[in-house]
């Protein structure tokens, strides 16, 4: 599996596997890019734009992430935006074989070999034409090294 897509994957694992953040949303919704047409909401969509440091090596990432709610107040929005917070900001993926896990900055790494640091960079809220619909998104800086299969496919 390419960097790009393993991280992805583990972001995604880690968030829809998080039984708080599933309680709040009632179910983890998490798409790539876009969500499906009539998605229920709360919903949350996310994409990773990476930018070369080292070609050899090193890449830079944003990590977009958008949560998307339907109600009278913005306090889900604002409870999402927290918990996701607390699992993202300074997490690191560790690369383990094949399998990249994300570990909270307060977790325990056992083994493998840390490929990518997540920062809370900034967050927003966007304004929707359509009442009651709440649009909050947050990006997280990164830094990340490709796969060792990569490294090697390189030379």
């Not at 830079?60 to 699992?87: E, F, T």
């Not at 399998?99 to 304004?127: C, H, K």
């Amino acid at each position: 599996m390419d960097t790009e897509k393993a991280i992805l994957t583990a972001i995604y694992t880690h968030l829809a596997n998080d039984t708080q953040l599933s309680s709040t949303c009632s179910g983890v919704r998490l798409g790539l890019v876009w969500a499906k047409k009539d998605e229920t909401f709360p919903y949350l969509v996310h994409r990773l734009q990476s930018y070369i440091d080292n070609p050899n090596v090193m890449y830079r990432g944003d990590y977009y992430l958008d949560l998307w709610d339907h109600r009278d107040s913005a306090s889900k929005i604002y409870d999402m935006r927290s918990r996701i917070i607390a699992l993202l900001d300074r997490a690191y993926i560790v690369e383990n074989g094949d399998a990249f896990t994300v570990v909270q900055s307060d977790g325990e790494m056992s083994g493998g070999i840390i490929s990518a640091r997540l920062w809370l960079a900034t967050g927003w809220m966007i304004p929707e034409d359509i009442e009651h619909i709440w649009h909050y998104s947050m990006l997280f800086t990164m830094r990340f090294t490709r796969t060792i299969t990569e490294i090697t496919n390189l030379t």
